[in-house]
T-cell receptor, first 111, second 112 residues
């Protein structure tokens, strides 16, 4: 059974701080990794996708992938109250495989 | 505007009734998916389809059925056999090569 684990949370950070969200996965053959943001009562929206080891930056968001240690993380710099949401990590084993989602971690950014 | 349209957004059903949730996409994506989300839980895959007239069971397919007669459409029927159908249902589509899922706004089903 492929598993994707996220910190249980919730995570609370002050406005302007860096929020660090972590995710580990069990399938060593996983190839594609995604972070989704979900506001309360809404559907998930894709924030970042990462496919190779290292960092990928997009604005205030940085995804970090370490396949040897089987973890992927999301850093949110200069956190804003509008970043308050649940963040879902998802992992895909191969090109025709389905995604496996973690249970998500709720982030609260305090003004 | 390209996107995924789910309907209805809210649905109430009496026990013993089947209901069908609609999902239409105009993104020209080959793959479509149905997920279920319960409070405090992640997304659980019900069914998915990568090509017209073909679909596969996900992790929790019991009590559900789907069809894929057109590339754009992937309706989900919640049957009376589903023991705990009250949930938030999410339809998604993707280009198979990237795996990036794009979601509709969801349908919230409540069984009375």
């Amino acid at each position: 059974q492929k598993e994707v684990e996220q910190n249980s949370g919730p995570l609370s950070v002050p406005e302007g701080a860096i929020a660090s969200l972590n995710c580990t996965y069990s399938d060593r053959g996983s190839q594609s990794f995604f972070w989704y943001r979900q506001y309360s009562g809404k559907s998930p929206e894709l924030i970042m996708s990462i496919y190779s080891n290292g960092d990928k930056e997009d604005g205030r968001f940085t995804a970090q992938l370490n396949k040897a240690s089987q973890y992927v993380s999301l850093l949110i710099r200069d956190s804003q109250p509008s970043d308050s949401a649940t963040y879902l990590c998802a992992v895909r084993a191969g090109a025709n495989s389905k995604l496996t989602f973690g249970k998500g971690i709720t982030l609260s950014v305090r003004p | 505007d390209g996107g995924i349209t789910q309907s209805p957004k809210y649905l109430f059903r009496k026990e013993g009734q089947n209901v069908t949730l609609s999902c239409e996409q105009n993104l020209n994506h080959d793959a479509m998916y149905w997920y279920r989300q319960d409070p405090g839980q992640g997304l659980r895959l019900i069914y998915y389809s990568q090509i017209v007239n073909d679909f596969q069971k996900g992790d929790i397919a019991e009590g559900y059925s789907v069809s894929r007669e057109k590339k754009e459409s992937f309706p989900l029927t919640v049957t009376s056999a589903q023991k705990n159908p009250t949930a938030f249902y999410l339809c998604a589509s993707s280009i198979i090569s990237t795996g990036e899922l794009f979601f509709g706004e969801g349908s919230r089903l409540t069984v009375l």
